[in-house]
């Protein structure tokens, strides 16, 4: 299975803040690599797919990003409703494999 | 827009078959075009993906999961189905039903539904 690793694990920011998150794959996936939020008790919300393309209806303040096995989520002014946890996960090999998640906090 | 809702028992005894159920509105399965999969999630924990059908019945599984997992579909109900035998208590999981996108990314998700395994 391809390995996702994001850090931090967890970040605190500040609403206008902005904020990076990165997520390493163990091998090669090309752009096959999502983004989700989530929020307690919630289903996880797709924002970004094939590392840079933003999800119907999702604000242009977040954007993604790669660089060979590196990826990143940015999300450029911190809103409050933004606090959640993140994930990736690729969709290039089967299983699909989700990264491990960062908790941003205030 | 679509939607997807979980149903299924919230309790299930160990070594018994969890059976769960996802009813989708606002679109057909089978239209084509997406795989229709089951995802779920440990509590406090991040996301497994389980597996994935599309509306011919061709499914692909977690190979950790591949030897006591069944996912059928029904089209004419506009519904697809999660099995899971031999449970244990590291069942125990919230799980959504999800739609995967040619891309393999989940564009839609169900509200998820918590499964306890436990006698």
């Known amino acids: 299975d391809i390995q996702m690793t994001q850090s931090p694990s967890s970040l605190s920011a500040s609403v206008g803040d902005r904020v990076t998150i990165t997520c390493r794959a163990s091998q090669s996936i090309s752009s096959y690599l999502d983004w989700y939020q989530q929020k307690p008790g919630k289903a996880p919300k797709l924002l970004i797919y094939a590392a840079s393309s933003l999800h119907s209806g999702v604000p242009s303040r977040f954007s993604g990003s790669a660089s060979g096995t590196d990826f990143t989520l940015t999300i450029s002014s911190l809103q409050p409703e933004d606090f959640a946890t993140y994930y990736c996960?690729?969709?290039?090999?089967?299983?699909?494999?989700f990264g491990q998640g960062t908790k941003l906090e205030i | 827009q679509v939607q997807l809702q979980e149903s299924g028992p919230g309790l299930v005894k160990p070594s018994q078959t969890l059976s769960l159920t996802c009813t989708v509105s606002?679109?057909?399965?089978?239209?084509?075009?997406?795989?229709w999969s089951w995802i779920r999630q440990h509590p406090g924990k991040g996301l497994e993906w389980i597996g994935s059908?599309?509306?011919?019945?061709?499914?692909y599984y977690n190979p950790s999961l591949k030897s006591r997992v069944i996912i059928s579909v029904v089209t004419s109900r506009n519904q697809f189905s999660l099995k899971l035998s031999s449970v244990t208590a590291a069942d125990t999981a919230v799980y959504y039903c999800?739609?995967?996108?040619?891309?393999?990314?989940?564009?839609?998700w169900g509200q998820g539904t918590l499964v306890t395994v436990s006698s």
């Open positions: 059908i599309y509306y011919s019945g061709s499914t």
């Open positions: 606002g679109g057909f399965i089978s239209s084509g075009g997406y795989y």
């Open positions: 996960q690729q969709g290039y090999s089967t299983p699909p494999t």
């Open positions: 999800a739609r995967e996108s040619d891309t393999a990314d989940f564009d839609y």
